[in-house]
T-cell receptor
């Protein structure tokens, strides 16, 4: 079974803090994704990566950056957290042979 | 169907009934469609997919129908069970090999015993 883990299930941070959300996968997938999920808006793509040190902006990259130093780890960084970044953050990988995405359990971030 | 507001569309069915969840997609160039199930407190889980050269695909207890003429996708769940209670949402891939998905906002399915 593919396993996608996220470092925290719940996180509370203050406005202006730098926040790191970590995602680790154990299936050697090249493609990894970061989404945020908000009520009424569904999942929106923040950034994705198709290889180590490669990254592409998604639909809503503003206020975020990412890091992919190793194939198994894809980090989402909030340089200076703001209250409008309070959300559920979901990491996913892609099995290109099956064309199936596998999601982590999510990190619910609250910025106060 | 999918909602653009803050309230999730809901579907309530009796255990054993069939459920039909609908989705309208936006991009006529999308070539690949997926249905996901998301249970409370968990990440989305792949259910079934369909490519644009097909109009129907069946899985175990689930069937996806694609109508490209009206850009409509549906998920049919046969003999719905309490364990099927979850939010279901569709996704379309308009990015080709880049796999860039656009997700619908979801429908909450509640199965009454």
């Amino acid at each position: 079974d593919v396993k996608v883990t996220q470092s925290s299930r719940y996180l509370v941070k203050r406005t202006g803090e730098k926040v790191f959300l970590e995602c680790v996968q154990d299936m050697d997938h090249e493609n990894m994704f970061w989404y945020r999920q908000d009520p009424g808006l569904g999942l929106r793509l923040i950034y994705f990566s198709y290889d180590v040190k490669m990254k592409e902006k998604g639909d809503i990259p503003e206020g975020y950056s990412v890091s992919r130093e190793k194939k198994e780890r894809f980090s989402l960084i909030l340089e200076s957290a703001s209250t409008n970044q309070t959300s559920m953050y979901l990491c996913a990988t892609l099995d290109r042979l099956l064309d199936e995405q596998y999601f982590g359990p999510g990190t619910r971030l609250t910025v106060t | 169907g999918e909602s653009v507001g803050l309230h999730l569309p809901t579907l309530s069915v009796q255990e054993g009934d069939n459920s039909i969840i609908n989705c309208a997609y936006s991009n006529s160039a999308s070539d690949y469609f997926i249905w996901y199930k998301q249970e409370s407190g968990k990440g989305p889980q792949f259910i079934i997919d369909i490519r644009s050269n097909m109009d129907k695909r069946q899985g175990q207890r689930v069937t996806v129908l694609l109508n490209k003429t009206v850009k409509h996708l549906s998920l049919q769940i046969a003999a719905t069970q309490p364990g099927d209670s979850a939010v279901y949402f569709c996704a379309e891939n308009s990015g080709g090999s880049n796999y860039k998905l656009t997700f619908g906002k979801g429908t909450l399915l509640t199965v009454n015993p």
